[in-house]
């Protein structure tokens, strides 16, 4: 995880994402990118922003931009990080872009990224949009590390697998494996009423073992929970700093109408939350 981008918008959670965002780059001696964060167009609309501003106050939006440059110039520099040209090949930071990335643009560029640091999503105003989370998700072929408003001190100790058995969670433990392979405990867990045909905990763990991460097998019941709240409930029974998940195992407007793990997780978890689709 050499290269981390860091979408800055300045929403509830900014402060736990650069937060989040220099833990790992100290652990893994990384270079991480800044880029100021807007809306896409369609989602101004949908707000019912007027289009005109939209299109045609392009000032607005490059003081925007600036304002999180500096935000996250001033965060940096306050934390003793060189810039990345004092320090190219380690820890280090820069920024691009002068005008703000709408939510597709940050998916796209993020696929020369080894790992982007989001806010964790909210319905609340001033809370982190969806729409970067998913965009990152879906159009990245890359992780997301998901990050709730309140900064963390550490995670990465004690790691939750919630392994319902799917090729998104098997696509997320691989990606997430530096991460594992660091960490003192890693604890594979399958709520037993909801997982999918596939390897089971307990293989899981035997494979993560012969790779040198201290892993074990837990299977527990939801006991009329949904699955998405008996994972964050054994997460934190678990003790665990940080929930690696695969996203969106059911279709994505299947969890928009009825719900689901990931969108419960999305909306509640209080740990960081390593995520790939």
């Keep these: 995880m050499k290269n981390i981008l860091v979408p800055i918008e300045l929403h509830n ?23 100021p964060l807007g809306p ?4 101004l609309v949908a707000f019912d922003m007027p289009v005109s501003w939209t299109i045609t106050d392009q000032t607005t939006w490059r003081e925007l931009a600036e304002e999180s440059h500096r935000h996250f110039d001033s965060y940096m520099k306050n934390a003793g990080v060189p810039s990345h040209a ?3 090949h380690s820890l280090s930071y820069g920024w691009a872009g002068e005008r703000s990335f709408g939510d597709s643009h940050v998916g796209s560029y993020a696929r020369i990224f080894d790992l982007t640091v989001l806010g964790r999503p909210g319905s609340e105003r001033g809370d982190a949009r969806i729409a970067t989370a998913e965009a990152a998700l879906f159009d990245s072929g890359h992780p997301v590390l998901l990050v709730p408003p309140i ?5 990465g100790d004690t790691i939750v697998i919630a392994w319902n058995q799917s090729v998104e969670t098997s696509r997320a433990t691989a990606l997430s494996m530096p991460l594992l392979k660091q960490a003192k405990r890693v604890i594979v867990l399958t709520i037993e009423e909801h997982k999918v045909e596939g390897p089971t905990a307990e293989q899981l763990a035997l494979h993560l073992v012969a790779n040198g991460v201290p892993a074990e097998a837990a299977v527990r019941s939801s006991r009329g929970r949904t699955h998405g709240e008996a994972i964050l409930d054994q ?43």
């Design 13 to 35: 959670s900014i402060e736990s994402v650069m937060s989040a965002a220099l833990i790992l780059a100290r652990r893994f001696d990384s270079y991480m990118e800044g880029v």
């Design 40 to 43: 896409d167009l369609p989602d």
């Design 86 to 88: 004092v320090a190219p």
């Design 151 to 155: 900064a963390p001190v550490s995670f």
């Design 235 to 277: 997460t934190a029974a678990l003790g665990a700093d940080l929930l690696v998940k695969g996203a969106y195992t059911q279709s994505r407007l299947r969890q928009m109408i009825f719900g689901g793990a990931t969108s419960h997780i999305l909306a509640r978890a209080n740990l960081p939350v390593f995520m790939a689709n």
